[in-house]
């Protein structure tokens, strides 16, 4: 992954994550300067000071996303284990690390609805978090299981499989209101976390093991 993007500071910060919220939770079409502005407790000129406008803004709390989840999941990759026992253990390491940062807490709410939104209308912000974060962090998952199943790293089956496991720790933020009303929890926090990525971790040793008999 290319290197994260500076921590923002001061009325910086302010408008980004007035941003993540407004944008996340409105639409970027749907959501006014002055609106984004008042959130942040400053004024309307300070968003084309910092960032030249709202283009600019939404463009900064795309790479704020990139690098939150860079220094959640982890933005420099070692280098790759040539034991599939090692690749083992970093697939886990990421996906306990996912399950945390998407569903673990409540602090990541407005950067998460910021970029499903963004996936949703398939807007610019995608294209520069795909190219600095996404497609990196996946090209690395199917390289780890590359060396833990001998399988090609770069097939169809291989990405699919990556996708599949990315896949369940999203919905457990995609989904919270209603895995927590099934399972009759009042919200879902470190704990509950936990369990889920002692069973996504178990998904994982299960497919693994599957795998490397075909």
Request: aromatic content about 6%; hydrophobic content about 45%.
């Given at each position: 992954m290319s290197d994260p993007a500076p921590t923002p500071d001061g009325t910086a910060a302010q408008l980004v994550a007035a941003g993540l919220k407004l944008f996340g939770r409105k639409g970027f079409a749907a959501t006014s300067t002055r609106e984004i502005a008042a959130e942040a407790g400053t004024n309307v000129a300070?968003?084309?000071?910092?960032?030249?406008?709202?283009?600019?803004?939404?463009?900064?709390?795309?790479a704020e996303v990139a690098r939150r989840i860079g220094a959640a999941i982890g933005s420099a990759a070692p280098a790759l284990p040539h034991s599939a026992d090692a690749a083992d253990r970093q697939m886990e390491a990421i996906l306990r690390a996912m399950v945390a940062f998407v569903a673990g807490t409540r602090d990541n709410d407005d950067l998460t609805a910021f970029m499903l939104r963004e996936v949703g209308e398939n807007g610019p912000v995608l294209d520069a978090v795909y190219d600095t974060m996404i497609d990196p962090m996946h090209r690395r998952l199917c390289a780890l299981w590359a060396v833990a199943t001998g399988q090609e790293a770069e097939s169809e089956t291989t990405r699919l499989v990556v996708f599949t496991l990315v896949g369940q720790a999203l919905y457990f933020r995609v989904g919270r209101p209603i895995v927590t009303r099934r399972m009759g929890w009042d919200a879902l926090g470190p704990a509950e976390a936990d369990r889920i990525a002692d069973i996504l971790v178990a998904n994982l040793h299960s497919i693994l093991a599957r795998e490397r008999l075909t």
């Amino acid at each position: 992954m290319s290197d994260p993007a500076p921590t923002p500071d001061g009325t910086a910060a302010q408008l980004v994550a007035a941003g993540l919220k407004l944008f996340g939770r409105k639409g970027f079409a749907a959501t006014s300067t002055r609106e984004i502005a008042a959130e942040a407790g400053t004024n309307v000129a300070s968003i084309s000071y910092h960032f030249g406008g709202k283009d600019g803004l939404r463009r900064a709390c795309g790479a704020e996303v990139a690098r939150r989840i860079g220094a959640a999941i982890g933005s420099a990759a070692p280098a790759l284990p040539h034991s599939a026992d090692a690749a083992d253990r970093q697939m886990e390491a990421i996906l306990r690390a996912m399950v945390a940062f998407v569903a673990g807490t409540r602090d990541n709410d407005d950067l998460t609805a910021f970029m499903l939104r963004e996936v949703g209308e398939n807007g610019p912000v995608l294209d520069a978090v795909y190219d600095t974060m996404i497609d990196p962090m996946h090209r690395r998952l199917c390289a780890l299981w590359a060396v833990a199943t001998g399988q090609e790293a770069e097939s169809e089956t291989t990405r699919l499989v990556v996708f599949t496991l990315v896949g369940q720790a999203l919905y457990f933020r995609v989904g919270r209101p209603i895995v927590t009303r099934r399972m009759g929890w009042d919200a879902l926090g470190p704990a509950e976390a936990d369990r889920i990525a002692d069973i996504l971790v178990a998904n994982l040793h299960s497919i693994l093991a599957r795998e490397r008999l075909t």
